[in-house]
């Protein structure tokens, strides 16, 4: 019998805090033996490099927990993409803050399960006590309030929200209306779940039209159909005229959805909150604060306004979980919060996290990255040899270098990638290929940012030569 020790219990923390120290000393030189943002030599190195460490990886017999934790952990680290290196800016992939993440680790050895309140008591308060609270800065002012459910990410989030009004219409079937500039995920869920194809809006400009969408709207059943629009779509952080929409939707008495994955948490900056007017007036709202909320994967969220409406939709029964005489005797149901079942309690992290910072603490994240974007883009706009693709609206600035072919530009980004030299994202639009800077980290400085575009610009006339 090895000796296993186990994470919670009178003992846990003494069991974890050698393990952390490993866990710990291991990020860190793991982290040293990365020279740049990401692992050199691409794909094929990397997984030669993981292949070979970790050898067989379902072994007849084990080696222990230092050992293991040492080994792994080292190779995470030094095999990762991090996305606090300056460098490191391709997506919406935010570096976790520390307090978030130590949260996080309580939660791990706590392990509360939110599908019954008798696995996670205090965990199931907080839940309903903090996505209130969270739901009650997106919808302001409701009564009765209304409430957020927790998500694994926007995608979760933009699923529910069109279940939701697939159920509040049915039988009629539920008409998806987007705009061209909207996340795949929605059309995933339309799949999923069995609506008519949806109807794709032209986006030319970035962001969905209210006349256009009238026009489009025009045509339709419009009492069962579902609006989303987007507030920060994910290639250019574009915000779409979401009072305008609104009253669209309204005069057509239409549905509206938001996905505000990116863009939700400018609710927390006094600067920015106004780029949001409009959001109260949607029926659900997706947000991701594993994003610009710099959460460790996952944590989504889902406003929405009519918490009877979703507690109808989402009611189900499994006697173990949610007997009858169980919730008359005034124990909590959990099951209607969620399509999930064994859950992890996401919400946690987000609690201390909102409790360490308060709202202004996120909002001057927010602020700083939004801020850093803008002064980026001025930069890249001022400079002989790079072309701006527009002033960001968020923190996502599209530039490329002058004269190149877009097979030429990815190329280049495959470089840096393969050097491990940067990370940068790429998008199409206008027709032309774009380098993608995504601005997530709250302490990179302008002078980091000014040695990417010479990094950038070095491998553009090596590209060209
Ligand atoms: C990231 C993103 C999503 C998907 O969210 P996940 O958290 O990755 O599931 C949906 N919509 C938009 C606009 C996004 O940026």
Known sequence: MPDSPLASGPAGPTHLRPLLDTVLTALHNGTAARPGPLPAGGPTTVTEHVRRTLGDPLPEHGTDDEEALATLVHLLAQGAADPADPLCAAHLHCPPLAVATAADLAASALNPSMDSWDQAPAASALETLVTDALAGLVHPGLRPAATALVTTGATEANQLALLLARETHAPAPVHLVTGANAHHSLHR????????????????????????????????????????????????????????????????????????AYGGTLLFSDRRRHLLGGLDRAHTVALDLHKLGWQPVAAGLLSVRDPAEARATLAHHADYLNADDDTHAGF??????????????????????????????????????CDLAAAFARTIDSHPRFELYARPHLSTVLFRPQ?????????????????????LGRAHVDGRLWLKATLLNPHIRPSDLTALLNLVEGHTSRSSR
């Open 189 to 260: 869920a339309a799949w999923l779940l069995g609506l008519p194809e949806p109807v794709t809006v032209p986006t030319p400009t970035g962001t969905l039209d209210p006349d256009t969408l009238h026009t489009s709207l025009a045509q339709l059943p419009t009492a069962t159909v579902l609006v989303a629009a987007t507030a920060g779509t994910t290639d250019a952080g574009h915000i779409d005229p979401l009072p305008d929409l609104a009253d669209v939707c309204a005069h057509h008495g239409a549905r509206l959805h938001i996905d505000a």
């Open 332 to 369: 909590p149901d959990l099951l209607d919060r969620s399509l999930r079942t064994t859950r992890r309690p996401d919400i946690f992290k987000i609690a201390t996290t909102l409790r360490a910072l308060g709202r202004t603490g996120i909002g001057a994240l927010v602020d700083q990255v």
């Open 403 to 423: 004269h190149i072919s877009d097979p030429a530009l990815a190329h280049l980004r495959r470089e840096l990638l393969t050097g491990g030299h940067a990370v």
